[in-house]
């Protein structure tokens, strides 16, 4: 495994498994047999519904707790709730996360932002994390924090490898950890053919050489799957470097182009959702 140093000296894994739109089932398979294969990432959320089952996951591995970097969220609808890091770290069944993010730049996330530093100055949390808060909510933020984020969440991909942003990342040594990192499963990028052909220089993939980029672009990235050879597969990407040539290759991919475009609407309907938590 390959790690990264955040901006307050933890060290986190460059590559994980997300468990975005896994059923509890699914996701507990799929982070066990992710933790057996060596992955120690692990990236979960409130709205996910699944974080009982990420933590029988990593129970059921028997992976040391002090070796799994474990990552989840706090939805809008969670961010005046006082006891809202309490609940979660009881439905994840441990007694810290190593990241905790605020999910959405909804409802009062002034407050969750709060709950974030809180849980950091008591330990609940090794690190905290913002996700989705581009343009003016950065900004925003960027005047109100006490503490700084370790952490952004956000769509990254070569397509769209969020240059901009990462400007304002970057000055606070803030890092990217992506979704959608392999655009989305568009066609189109996955067959470009720089990514054809250093697929067949280094014997991977198309999705291993992407995946691979994000990681010497600097960013954590934590592909989902509930298939476990794609599991392995997405691991198997630290035995190769891409050199600095081919980079550029894959930078001049750069079409400014994002998947997901979300908007005030949805951001008032994030709020008003409360997730039905797992009972068990």
């Known amino acids: ?20 739109m896994l059923s509890p089932r699914d996701a507990e398979n799929s982070v066990r047999e992710a933790l057996n294969m060596g992955y120690r990432l692990i990236d979960t959320a409130n709205a996910y519904v699944n974080e009982r089952a990420v933590g029988r996951g990593m129970k059921a591995s028997g992976a040391p707790r002090e070796e799994i970097f474990l990552s989840t ?25 190593d990241l905790l993010y605020i999910h959405q730049p909804a409802g009062n996330w002034l407050a969750g932002y709060r709950q974030l ?70 066609k189109s990028l996955i067959q ?28 954590a990235v934590i592909p989902g799957s509930k298939n476990v050879d794609h599991i392995r597969d997405n691991l198997d990407i630290l035995d190769f470097a891409l050199t600095p040539d081919e980079m550029a290759q894959i930078a001049a991919l750069d079409k400014n182009k994002r998947y997901y475009h979300r ?9 008003a959702w409360r997730p ?4 068990a």
């Not at 706090?74 to 441990?94: C, D, F, H, I, K």
């Not at 470009?192 to 600097?218: C, D, N």
């Not at 039905?276 to 009972?279: I, L, M, W, Y």
Request: proline share 6%; charged share 25%.
């Open 192 to 219: 470009e053919p720089v990514f054809g052909a250093l697929g067949e220089k280094y014997g991977k993939s198309p999705a291993q050489i992407i995946l691979r980029w994000h990681t010497q672009m600097g960013f």
């Open 263 to 271: 908007t005030d609407e949805q951001l008032l309907q994030f709020a």
């Open 117 to 186: 530093e809180k849980a950091y100055r008591e330990g609940k949390a090794k690190a905290i994390g913002i996700s989705n808060f581009e343009g003016k909510y950065l900004a925003e933020l960027e005047s109100k924090w006490e503490i700084v984020p370790q952490f952004m969440q956000a769509e990254a991909h070569p397509y769209f490898p969020q240059t901009e942003l990462r400007r304002t990342l970057d000055k606070y040594g803030i890092r990217l950890m992506s979704w959608y990192p392999l655009g989305h499963g568009d």
């Open 1 to 20: 495994m390959e790690y990264m140093t955040l901006n307050n000296g933890i060290a986190c894994p460059v590559v994980g498994i997300g468990t975005f």
């Open 73 to 97: 969220k706090l939805w809008p609808s969670e961010y005046e709730n006082p006891n809202a890091v309490e609940e979660t770290l009881q439905r994840l069944g441990v007694d810290y996360v």
């Open 276 to 279: 039905g938590f797992e009972k």
